[in-house]
């Protein structure tokens, strides 16, 4: 993965307009049926190494499930993924800044949404892949989601500046880099 120059630079969302999305979650049955049953475009979504995959972390959890992502070590997390090639995300931290970096499959609307909450504490990253089916009440993201888009919610660390975090997306044929810059509060420099 490369650096984000050169790319569009994302809106942090921090206004909750669907307080109801992810209502429903994922569980380890539902989502292997899910997966086994999809194409290609439900492998690039979640699939090994995605970011956006439950089993992204070793072992089954929901993406809608906030994560405490940087209080682990990508490079030990990760491991297995990173000695098969599989590995399509990668997150550190400097003195200044928590850093996260992911590729994102090019599918469906490709619409990703970077959104902090008011308090700070989690932050999440989705988008659309799939606009042929409607949820029921009109917002893919409070039933199924999983049908319809992707997740992934991380809690973030006490000293993250989420009012500065900065989103980058740069494309290519085959996915996209997302790059999210999250400034350490104590940090006397800015990006």
Same mark, same amino acid.
């Not at 809608?64 to 931290?93: I, M």
């Given at each position: ?71 682990? #070590? +990508? ?7 990173? @000695? %098969?090639?599989?590995? *399509? ?76 975090? #900065? +989103? ?7 996915? @996209? %880099?997302?790059?999210? *810059? ?10």
């Amino acid at each position: 993965m490369t650096s984000c120059s050169g790319s569009l630079k994302l809106e942090i969302h921090t206004d909750d307009k669907t307080p109801g999305k992810w209502s429903v979650p994922l569980g380890d049955d539902v989502f292997r049926r899910f997966l086994s049953g999809g194409g290609g475009s439900e492998k690039a979504v979640f699939g090994e190494g995605s970011l956006f995959s439950p089993f992204l972390f070793g072992k089954y959890f929901d993406p809608s499930d906030a994560f405490p992502l940087w209080d682990f #070590e +990508a490079e030990v997390l990760l491991a297995s993924l990173k @000695s %098969l090639g599989q590995c *399509r995300v990668d997150w550190s931290q400097t003195d200044l800044a928590y850093v996260l970096k992911s590729d994102i499959p090019v599918v469906g609307k490709n619409n990703v949404q970077v959104y902090v909450d008011v308090n700070g504490k989690v932050m999440e990253i989705s988008g659309q892949w799939n606009n042929k089916k409607a949820a029921a009440n009109g917002d893919w993201r409070s039933g199924r989601w999983w049908e319809h888009g992707y997740v992934r919610r991380l809690e973030l660390p006490c000293d993250a500046d989420a009012k500065n975090t #900065e +989103a980058f997306l740069s494309n290519n044929d085959d996915y @996209s %880099l997302l790059e999210i *810059r999250i400034p350490k509060i104590n940090s006397k420099n800015k990006f």
